[in-house]
């Protein structure tokens, strides 16, 4: 027996959504291709029906303030992710398809919330996190060129072009 389709529709106040936003820290921006969470499905599915009955209006309410919350909160956790996947090794080369994919998103669509989220591009952040990782090794006297191959920059050069401008100074000097 085919079912067929069936939908659910949710009109919500854009205030009301604001207001849930904020209480999230969250920017509300949805994006076009389809959010695929089966924990979030569970909880707008949940919100329905309580809509629906209306029989209760505070599990009601409670019931649509969790699936929002959890709608706006989607995001933090994809950049969450990337984050985790850009931080978990610093020497392995990431593509952003790469990066892209660990949260079901397209290449342009991760780095635009990535960038939004962080005020970084992916990269930037990640260089950005090799050069804080690297600080105690510098303290410590390592070598600038060990602490730049450990922390997963290409060379001394390219390692010193960033934490310059980063610090300021060289890291020869910051040491």
């Known amino acids: 027996m085919d079912?067929?389709?069936?939908?659910?529709?949710?009109?919500?106040?854009?205030?009301?959504?604001?207001?849930?936003?904020r209480e999230v820290s969250a920017t509300p921006w949805f994006p076009a291709e389809i959010i695929r969470d089966a924990d979030l499905?569970?909880?707008?599915?949940?919100a329905h029906h309580a809509l629906e009955t209306g029989v209760d209006p505070?599990?009601?309410?409670?019931?649509l303030?969790?699936?929002?919350?959890?709608?706006?909160?989607?995001?933090?956790?994809?950049?969450?992710?990337?984050?985790s996947r850009l931080a978990d090794d610093l020497l392995s080369p990431v593509t952003l398809a790469?990066?892209?994919?660990?949260?079901?998103?397209?290449?342009f669509h991760a780095a635009r919330l990535f960038s939004r989220e962080t005020g970084l591009a992916p990269h930037a952040w990640r260089n950005q996190l090799r050069i804080?990782?690297?600080l105690p090794a510098l303290r410590a006297g390592a070598s600038v060129t060990d602490v730049a191959a450990a922390s997963g920059f290409t060379d001394q050069s390219h390692f010193t072009r960033h934490f310059k401008r980063a610090f300021g100074v060289p890291p020869g000097r910051r040491r």
Do not use: C, H, N
């Open 3 to 21: 079912a067929g389709w069936r939908y659910r529709v949710f009109y919500l106040p854009v205030p009301f959504v604001e207001e849930l936003a």
């Open 41 to 46: 499905a569970r909880r707008l599915v949940i």
């Open 58 to 63: 505070l599990a009601t309410e409670t019931a």
């Open 65 to 83: 303030v969790d699936a929002v919350t959890t709608l706006l909160a989607v995001d933090a956790k994809r950049v969450e992710l990337m984050k």
């Open 98 to 107: 790469e990066l892209a994919q660990t949260v079901g998103l397209s290449p």
């Open 132 to 134: 804080v990782r690297a």
